[in-house]
């Protein structure tokens, strides 16, 4: 018995030893950044230790007979306690050698820890011993060797294979072959397709591709078909714990940080039509000395100060030292981190900003309170009107400057510059308004809500006002309440009026309503909403189930008139949701469960991407 133990022993330390090439293969160009000196030199030294034990301790030869002077009992236990004291203490140096823990490793840490771990387990058994291993007799020391070998060796398939996949990056055809993309859709009607990630990865958000939807999931990015649902091109980086993508024109970036800890982030940079890489632009290191030690004790995050990343430049913010110093607005280099240019993003008037990429510009907005005054609006927020049906009965608060700013991406000088004077207890913010119509061009949206509530339609190339809004909706009893899509040609919004329901109403530059929607329910959140040619979509929860209703314009938006699309979902709280109009369907996503990012743990559903075709 106790010789059946060894040699299982000894079995894991073969087992280990012959796993080691093929983990070189399985791992090959893998992300290494997690390996330090230390995980190597105890691999090497562990690997040389399992060499030692097979060709210097155990006796090979059949029939050999050990000489009287060879050590037995004791003097055997000795030197095996201290060969496996040894492999213990370089699994332990390969193991605490990780700049991350053990749950996000990549598949390079994971297979020296096997290596270091099975050498280790191996010694201690091999205490079991009274004296140097012989194979004899073979009908009981074989099964017992091949068992710790196999085991080592199905233990690191499963590991590479399960949750370690291979990175998949599959390019689609060349875009002569995939042929000019449908047009968004003026209307739909049903769920013409679906699309759902392996376990456990989970969808984070829907954007526009070049032929349908780009999915980014926890994992990596997929291309769509609109059409159909098919996979365009996929990039997958399953054992990233960050990971994020970034669209600029005609590229997709993708960030990623292989290991938590990691001070720089990797890009690679591909094209959005065919996901093919883009030659030098893969596995480029993002510098940011600056800031990567304080960023790193607050998160793992390397593109937490990101304001976008383009094909050739990242642009961030960067905070100053000290009470009285600026951020900074900085865009670098994509590799070297050469500063290519620094403006303040804080502003005289106004102090800090707040800065976002809209249509190609950098769009700083500022609100241009104090500390005090933006104190005293916090704790009267409540108290104010807020859309109140009789505004006569507060006073009307005092007046403060708005600010809006657009920057060159390419120089950091000011293209141009807006403000407004509104009431002091307003908040406001500056978003895109959504894709443009055939023949128009996008806008920008600047929204005022709490005692103005205010809407605007600016373009993005002067900042100048391209639309009037009816002056209906600054009668009293009459509030605007928020945009849902606009570009040069035509603005959709909500409007409340006394006494009434909601409704939608699409106008012209003019400020002329040209359609029109009756009784819209006035509790849907704004994010489930989509504006097409014919229909309005909004996303709701039906007898339990995610359902997208959809209205016509001229018609009144009553229950029992609603059309509905019915989207199969697990059981559970609908988390986020979001209807985004792509080339050839409106893709749909409803998530029982917010997704994190790299802690799969707490991702309850994966989710699946749908296609609302005519």
Same mark, same amino acid.
């Given at each position: 018995?106790?010789?059946?133990?060894?040699?299982?022993?000894?079995?894991?330390?073969?087992?280990?030893?012959?796993?080691?090439?093929?983990?070189?293969?399985?791992?090959?160009?893998?992300?290494?950044?997690?390996?330090?000196?230390?995980?190597?030199?105890?691999?090497?030294?562990?690997?040389?230790?399992?060499?030692?034990?097979?060709?210097?301790?155990?006796?090979?030869?059949?029939?050999?007979?050990?000489?009287?002077?060879?050590?037995?009992?004791?003097?055997?236990?000795?030197?095996?306690?201290?060969?496996?004291?040894?492999?213990?203490?370089?699994?332990?140096?390969?193991?605490?050698?990780?700049?991350?823990?053990?749950?996000?490793?990549?598949?390079?840490?994971?297979?020296?820890?096997?290596?270091?771990?099975?050498?280790?387990?191996?010694?201690?058994?091999?205490?079991?011993?009274t004296e140097r291993p012989s194979p004899q007799p073979l009908a009981?020391?074989?099964?017992?060797?091949?068992?710790?070998?196999?085991?080592?060796?199905?233990?690191?398939?499963?590991?590479?294979?399960?949750?370690?996949?291979?990175?998949?990056?599959?390019?689609?055809?060349?875009?002569?072959?995939?042929?000019?993309?449908?047009?968004?859709?003026?209307?739909?009607?049903?769920?013409?397709?679906?699309?759902?990630?392996?376990?456990?990865?989970?969808?984070?958000?829907?954007?526009?591709?070049?032929?349908?939807?780009?999915?980014?999931?926890?994992?990596?990015?997929?291309?769509?078909?609109?059409?159909?649902?098919?996979?365009?091109?996929?990039?997958?980086?399953?054992?990233?714990?960050?990971?994020?993508?970034?669209?600029?024109?005609?590229?997709?970036?993708?960030?990623?940080?292989?290991?938590?800890?990691?001070?720089?982030?990797?890009?690679?940079?591909?094209?959005?039509?065919?996901?093919?890489?883009?030659?030098?632009?893969?596995?480029?290191?993002?510098?940011?000395?600056? *800031?990567?030690?304080?960023?790193?004790?607050?998160?793992?995050?390397?593109?937490?100060?990101?304001?976008?990343?383009?094909?050739?430049?990242?642009?961030?913010?960067?905070?100053?030292?000290?009470?009285?110093?600026?951020?900074?607005?900085?865009?670098?280099?994509?590799?070297?981190?050469?500063?290519?240019?620094?403006?303040?993003?804080?502003?005289?008037?106004?102090?800090?900003?707040?800065?976002?990429w809209l249509h190609g510009l950098l769009v700083s907005t500022h609100?241009?309170?104090?500390?005090?005054?933006?104190?005293?609006?916090?704790?009267?927020?409540?108290?104010?009107?807020?859309?109140?049906?009789? =505004?006569?009965?507060?006073?009307?608060?005092?007046?403060?400057?708005?600010?809006? =700013?657009?920057?060159?991406?390419?120089?950091?000088?000011?293209?141009?510059?807006?403000?407004?004077?509104?009431?002091?207890?307003?908040?406001?913010?500056?978003?895109?308004?959504?894709?443009?119509?055939?023949?128009?061009?996008?806008?920008?949206?600047?929204?005022?809500?709490?005692?103005?509530?205010?809407?605007?339609?600016?373009?993005?190339?002067?900042?100048?006002?391209?639309?009037?809004?009816?002056?209906?909706?600054?009668?009293?009893?009459?509030?605007?309440?928020?945009?849902?899509?606009?570009?040069?040609?035509?603005?959709?919004?909500?409007?409340?009026?006394?006494g009434r329901d909601a409704e939608v109403e699409h106008v012209d530059?003019?400020?002329?309503?040209?359609?029109?929607?009756?009784?819209?329910? =006035?509790?849907?959140?704004?994010?489930?909403?989509?504006?097409?040619?014919?229909?309005?979509?909004?996303?709701?929860?039906?007898?339990?189930?995610?359902?997208?209703?959809?209205?016509?314009?001229?018609?009144?938006?009553?229950?029992?008139?609603?059309? =509905?699309?019915?989207?199969?979902?697990?059981?559970? *709280?609908?988390?986020?949701?979001?209807?985004?109009?792509?080339?050839?369907?409106?893709?749909?996503?409803?998530?029982?469960?917010?997704?994190?990012?790299?802690?799969?743990?707490?991702?309850?559903?994966?989710?699946?991407?749908?296609?609302?075709?005519?």
């Amino acid at each position: 018995m106790r010789a059946a133990i060894s040699w299982v022993g000894l079995g894991l330390i073969a087992g280990a030893l012959a796993w080691s090439p093929l983990a070189v293969v399985l791992a090959s160009g893998a992300p290494a950044e997690g390996m330090t000196e230390w995980v190597g030199l105890g691999t090497f030294f562990s690997w040389l230790l399992g060499l030692y034990v097979l060709t210097g301790v155990v006796r090979w030869r059949t029939g050999e007979t050990a000489p009287a002077t060879e050590p037995r009992g004791t003097g055997c236990l000795v030197p095996a306690l201290l060969m496996a004291a040894v492999g213990i203490g370089l699994a332990a140096l390969v193991h605490f050698g990780w700049d991350g823990e053990p749950a996000v490793a990549g598949p390079i840490q994971a297979n020296a820890w096997l290596l270091a771990i099975s050498v280790a387990a191996g010694l201690l058994l091999l205490t079991a011993a009274t004296e140097r291993p012989s194979p004899q007799p073979l009908a009981r020391t074989f099964p017992a060797f091949a068992a710790g070998s196999l085991a080592v060796v199905l233990t690191g398939g499963l590991v590479n294979i399960v949750h370690f996949p291979q990175p998949r990056h599959e390019v689609a055809d060349e875009p002569t072959e995939l042929g000019e993309p449908d047009p968004m859709p003026e209307r739909v009607e049903e769920v013409g397709w679906e699309w759902e990630p392996e376990l456990g990865s989970s969808v984070l958000r829907v954007e526009e591709g070049s032929h349908g939807p780009l999915v980014v999931l926890t994992d990596g990015v997929v291309s769509l078909d609109g059409t159909d649902g098919s996979e365009i091109w996929s990039y997958r980086r399953p054992y990233a714990p960050h990971f994020e993508v970034w669209v600029d024109d005609d590229h997709v970036i993708v960030s990623r940080a292989p290991v938590v800890g990691t001070e720089d982030a990797l890009v690679d940079v591909l094209a959005l039509d065919t996901g093919a890489p883009e030659p030098g632009l893969q596995g480029v290191a993002q510098p940011n000395e600056d *800031d990567a030690d304080a960023r790193d004790e607050l998160s793992s995050d390397p593109d937490e100060d990101v304001v976008t990343r383009t094909a050739e430049h990242v642009i961030r913010t960067e905070s100053g030292i000290g009470a009285d110093a600026d951020t900074q607005l900085v865009s670098e280099e994509i590799g070297t981190g050469a500063e290519r240019w620094s403006v303040p993003l804080d502003d005289e008037r106004c102090g800090p900003g707040t800065a976002q990429w809209l249509h190609g510009l950098l769009v700083s907005t500022h609100d241009c309170r104090d500390e005090e005054e933006t104190e005293s609006a916090e704790e009267a927020e409540d108290d104010g009107p807020g859309g109140s049906d009789d =505004r006569g009965e507060y006073e009307e608060p005092a007046e403060r400057e708005y600010l809006v =700013r657009a920057l060159d991406p390419e120089t950091g000088e000011q293209v141009w510059e807006r403000s407004w004077t509104r009431s002091e207890d307003d908040r406001f913010h500056v978003s895109s308004g959504g894709p443009a119509g055939a023949g128009a061009d996008p806008v920008l949206l600047v929204h005022f809500e709490g005692w103005t509530e205010e809407g605007l339609v600016l373009d993005p190339a002067t900042g100048e006002d391209v639309f009037t809004l009816p002056e209906e909706l600054r009668a009293d009893g009459t509030w605007f309440d928020r945009f849902l899509g606009a570009d040069s040609e035509s603005a959709t919004y909500l409007v409340d009026r006394r006494g009434r329901d909601a409704e939608v109403e699409h106008v012209d530059p003019q400020g002329n309503v040209l359609e029109a929607v009756e009784n819209f329910p =006035r509790s849907v959140n704004g994010d489930s909403i989509e504006v097409l040619d014919e229909m309005l979509l909004h996303q709701v929860r039906s007898q339990g189930r995610p359902t997208v209703t959809t209205t016509e314009f001229g018609q009144q938006a009553e229950h029992r008139t609603y059309e =509905r699309i019915r989207l199969e979902e697990p059981e559970g *709280d609908v988390g986020w949701s979001a209807l985004v109009p792509v080339p050839g369907a409106v893709a749909a996503v409803a998530e029982a469960d917010e997704p994190e990012v790299g802690d799969p743990d707490k991702i309850r559903t994966e989710g699946a991407v749908r296609g609302l075709t005519p």
